[in-house]
C-alpha cells in the first residue's frame, strides 16, 4: 500500500522531531529560527560544512546526526535575498520530499524561516510535496522494507495562521492534479466509460451535480458523432455533466469539455502494437476536466462551472465504424471518417456541440489527447494552444507559465480548414500527417459556434513525460493546476 503523507503547520518556536530540516543560504551558515537548532549539534559549521562539500546551493544537502540520535537535514537554499517565484518553490517541496524519503523517516520538521517568505510561498512548498510523495502502486504486492506507512511533515513558519488557510487553499488544487493521475493512471479493465462517470458521479459530496447520459439519451439527442466511436466496444459510451454553481445566479459558466477514450487501438485503422499500452491514457482531457471540478468544489470557488466528459472505448469488432463511413453529429454537419484512430475529435464534436447549445457559456475549453502531430512539434514541454479568441489565449498562456504547465499557440486559417472538407460530406476527419494537429483543431472550431474557445492538445503532456521535481509518476495530471489559475486569476469576482 502507499504511504500517506499528512503536511502540518506551526510556529517557528520550538521545532523538534526526528528529522529536522533547515536551510542555509549559499556561502552563510544557518542563521535565523535555524541557527539554535545547529548549534544544539555541538558541530563547528564551517567544518561540517567543507567535511561534506556543502556551499549552500540549491539542491545540496548536509545530513548530520545530532544529540539523542536525532538527524538533522541542511538543504542549500541558494544566494540569499533571492527572490523565488511561485512555481519555484513547488519545485523546492518537490526535491525537499525526495530528500526526506530518502532518509526513511516517518516525523519531519521543517524550519522555513527566509526573509519575506509568505503565505503563499508556504502553500506551494506544501503543494510540491504533495505532488511528488504521489506514488500509483495499488497494484504492487507489499514489501516488508517500504518504510513508515504514514509520513509527517510539520512547516514550521513566522505566520502559522496565514499559512494553513494558504496551505488548504492550494491544496484542493492538489487535490484534483492527484484525482486527475489516478484516473490516467488506472488500466483501462478498471476504468471503463461506466466507471469512470461512477467515478465522477462521487463528487456530488462536494456539492457538485452530476448528471449521467447513456446511449439511448445519446442517440436521442442525435450524437452520431460520439457514439460511432463506441459502437465496436462490448462497453457502452456515457456523457458526464459535472456542474459547480458557485457564482451568481443566472450568470453564464465556464464550460471545460474534456475527451475521454478510455483506451484507444485506433478502430480499425488499428494502431501498432509497440506502445499501445499508453493509450489507456487516452481520456487524459477527461481526466483534467474531473479533477479541476473536484479543485473548485473543494476549494468553493465562487464562480459557475460546467465541466462535459466523453467517454467511450475505441475497439475493433464486426459492430465497429470503418473507414468511407459517414455518420451525423448532432450539429447536423456530416462527416466522412477516413480514420478511425481520429476518433478523439469525433467525440469532442457533438461534446462541444451540446455544451455551446445547452449552457450558453462564457467561453470553452476542451483538452484532449488528440494528436501524435502535436508530440512531433512540441514534444513533452509544451501542450498545443488553438483559440478562436485572443484574449483567452493570453490568458490561458499566462496562467500555464505561473504553474509550470507549459502551452504554445498553434494557428488556426481558413487556408488549413478547407483542408477538412470532404467528397462525400460536409467535413471530414483526417487529412493525413501534414498540418495534423491544426487540421484536427480545424476540425473542433466547427462545433463552438461564435464561442469563444480554446483547445488544448495534451498528447505530449499528459502521461509519458521525464519525472520532473513534482511528479515521479506516468501520468502527471496536466491541466488542473493550469486551469484552477486561469479561473482563479481572471474568472472570480
Known amino acids: ?108 520538521a521543517v524550519i522555513v524561516d527566509e526573509a519575506g517568505v509568505s503565505p503563499a510561498a508556504v502553500a506551494e512548498l506544501a503543494a510540491g510535496l504533495r505532488l511528488r510523495h504521489y506514488r500509483f502502486d495499488k497494484y504492487k504486492s507489499a514489501r516488508s522494507d517500504e518504510g513508515p506507512s504514514t509520513l509527517t511533515i510539520t512547516l514550521h513558519v513566522a505566520n502559522p495562521d496565514a499559512a494553513t488557510q494558504a496551505v488548504a487553499d492550494r491544496g484542493a488544487t492538489v487535490s484534483g492534479t492527484l484525482l486527475a493521475r489516478d484516473l490516467i493512471n488506472e488500466p483501462a479493465n478498471v476504468l471503463g466509460p461506466v466507471e469512470f462517470a461512477a467515478r465522477a458521479a462521487e463528487l456530488t459530496s462536494l456539492g457538485v451535480e452530476v448528471e449521467i447520459l447513456e446511449p439511448e439519451a445519446l442517440a436521442k439527442l442525435g450524437m452520431g458523432s460520439l457514439l460511432c466511436v463506441a459502437q465496436g466496444s462490448e462497453r457502452p459510451a456515457r456523457l458526464v455533466v459535472m456542474q459547480w454553481r458557485g457564482g451568481d445566479t443566472g450568470a453564464a459558466p465556464l464550460a471545460f469539455v474534456g475527451k475521454g477514450v478510455v483506451f484507444d487501438t485506433g478502430g480499425i485503422s488499428i494502431k501498432p502494437a509497440a506502445s499501445m499500452e499508453d493509450m489507456k491514457g487516452d481520456m487524459g482531457g477527461a481526466a483534467a476536466v474531473t479533477g479541476l471540478m ?132 460536409d467535413i471530414r476527419n483526417s487529412v493525413g500527417r501534414p498540418a495534423g494537429s491544426i487540421t484536427a483543431a480545424q476540425f473542433l472550431q466547427r462545433f463552438v459556434n461564435d464561442v469563444p474557445w480554446a483547445h488544448l492538445d495534451i498528447a505530449g503532456t499528459a502521461f509519458g513525460a521525464a519525472s520532473s521535481e513534482t511528479n515521479a509518476s506516468w501520468a502527471p495530471g496536466f491541466g488542473v493546476a493550469l486551469l484552477d489559475r486561469l479561473v482563479r486569476d481572471y474568472y472570480e469576482g
Open 1 to 108: 500500500m502507499s504511504q500517506t503523507i499528512s503536511i502540518h503547520v506551526a510556529a517557528l518556536s520550538g521545532a523538534s522531531a526526528p528529522l529536522t530540516v533547515i536551510y542555509a543560504a549559499e556561502g552563510e551558515a544557518p542563521g535565523g529560527a535555524a541557527a539554535p537548532v545547529w548549534a544544539a549539534t555541538g558541530l563547528d559549521w564551517s567544518q561540517s560544512a567543507e567535511a561534506g562539500a556543502f556551499k549552500g546551493k540549491q539542491g545540496q544537502a548536509l545530513d548530520v546526526l545530532g544529540a539523542q540520535g536525532k538527524r538533522l537535514l541542511v538543504l542549500g537554499r541558494g544566494k540569499a535575498g533571492a527572490d523565488l517565484p511561485l512555481n519555484a518553490w513547488t519545485d523546492r517541496g518537490g526535491s525537499l520530499l525526495a530528500k526526506i524519503a530518502a532518509t526513511r523517516a516517518a516525523t519531519v
Open 294 to 425: 473536484l479543485a473548485l468544489a473543494t476549494r468553493k470557488a465562487p464562480v459557475n462551472v460546467v465541466g462535459v466528459i466523453g467517454l467511450v472505448e475505441n475497439m475493433p469488432s464486426g459492430k465497429s465504424v470503418r473507414p468511407g463511413d459517414i455518420v451525423k453529429a448532432m450539429s447536423g454537419t456530416t462527416i466522412e471518417v477516413i480514420n478511425t484512430d481520429a476518433e478523439g475529435r469525433l467525440v469532442l464534436a457533438d461534446a462541444l456541440w451540446y455544451t455551446q447549445d445547452r449552457f450558453k457559456p462564457a467561453f470553452m475549453i476542451n483538452l484532449a489527447t488528440l494528436t501524435g502531430a502535436i508530440v512531433v512539434a512540441l514534444g513533452h514541454e509544451h501542450a498545443g494552444l488553438f483559440s478562436n479568441d485572443d484574449e483567452l489565449a493570453i490568458r490561458l498562456l499566462n496562467a500555464g507559465l505561473s504553474v509550470n504547465e507549459k502551452l504554445w499557440r498553434m494557428p488556426l486559417a481558413p487556408a488549413y480548414d478547407k483542408l477538412i472538407e470532404s467528397k462525400f460530406a
